[in-house]
């Protein structure tokens, strides 16, 4: 990474450090260069959880199309059910787009990445409200022991650690094959 590169990394970083959810909590520090490298890449994040130890929760980012609290806020608005549906597909669509962009980039991502299908990255979508980024074995957490539970979020803090840096090769054009990327 040039310095120029380094500066604009830590520069989101910071900002996103400074997010707040609903709740007023930060972004967990797990996930925070995950949610970094997404937004770098024009995504909307809105939600995350880097995985925890002491209760049942996988590493997850969600997100969204820049457009969606103002086309929720319309489809509560409209007058008549046809128009609440046609604003309805309309969020829907503008959420897809978002998927779209995503998928390529896991595509990429596991066309020589060699791992178990539980410890994949996959996407749940919630059409209007938005998609998650999480792993396959993400729910596992809710029916293992705890010492199995530790175990299985970091092998899936792993996988969204190799899949960031797959990111930030892609963005900043750090790999061998990629030509630099201007910021």
């Known amino acids: 990474m040039t310095e120029d590169q380094k ?5 989101e970083k910071r900002a996103v450090r400074q997010l707040r ?3 007023g909590k930060p972004v967990d520090p797990p996930i925070v260069e995950t949610v970094t490298i997404l937004r770098l890449l024009g995504f909307t994040t809105h939600s995350s959880c880097g995985g925890h130890l002491d209760r049942p929760a996988s590493p997850y980012v969600a997100f969204r199309s820049p457009s969606n609290q103002a086309d929720r806020r319309l489809i509560e608005e409209a ?4 128009e609440k549906r046609r604003r309805t597909n309309e969020a829907i669509q503008h959420n897809a787009i978002e998927l779209a962009r995503l998928l390529p980039l896991m595509e990429h991502f596991y066309e020589t990445r060699d791992v178990s299908q539980s410890r994949r990255l996959i996407v749940q979508g919630f059409g209007v409200i938005a998609y998650r980024l999480t792993t396959q074995s993400a729910d596992l957490v809710h029916v293992v022991s705890k010492d199995e539970r530790h175990e299985l979020v970091d092998v899936q ?18 790999k061998d094959d990629a030509p630099p990327r201007a910021a």
Do not use: P, S, V
């Not at 007058?79 to 046809?82: D, G």
């Open 7 to 11: 500066h604009i990394w830590e520069r």
């Open 79 to 82: 007058a008549t059910q046809a």
């Open 157 to 174: 803090r792993q996988e969204f650690d190799a899949f960031t840096e797959f990111l930030k090769a892609e963005f900043f054009g750090t």
């Open 21 to 23: 959810d609903g709740l």
